[in-house]
């Protein structure tokens, strides 16, 4: 059986609690999720929705990396919105980062989400190699 790998990196949010910023296992890597939170740790980036969303997805972006792999190694993406009317808007973020074949995605709804956080992004991803 293949060794689970911890992935850690200071280019994301560092975990300061129970949590891994990504495992991998084997050539499966599933990372935590992520909010729009600045990497040094200061809180949700100023800007609002977008600049959220796009925060959170550069924080995937610097886990992926510190993983060896990248956006297009993405096989699926989990999405959680505080305003599940912000969707179209959500889309045409994550179509700025990702591009075709699309990965598979889950997109609900949530009463909330940490911090006031209005978006927040997981992902899981097939590596190459070892």
């Known amino acids: ?21 990504a495992l991998r296992q084997g050539n499966l890597l599933a990372t935590s999720g992520y909010l729009g939170t600045a990497p040094d740790g ?16 550069d924080n995937i972006k610097a886990v992926l990396e510190a993983a060896g792999c990248d956006l297009t190694d993405v096989i699926r993406v989990n999405v959680s919105l505080a305003d599940i009317n912000r969707f179209a808007e959500m889309d045409a973020i994550t179509c700025e980062y990702f591009s075709e074949p699309y990965p598979s995605r889950n997109t609900i709804g949530v009463k909330e989400l940490w911090g006031g956080a209005q978006v927040g992004f997981d992902v899981w991803a097939v590596v190459d190699g070892d």
């Open 1 to 21: 059986m293949a060794r689970l790998n911890v992935i850690l990196t200071d280019s994301a949010p560092v975990p300061t609690s129970g949590y891994s910023q």
């Open 42 to 57: 200061s809180g949700l980036v100023d800007g609002g929705f977008a600049a959220e969303a796009r925060q959170a997805l």
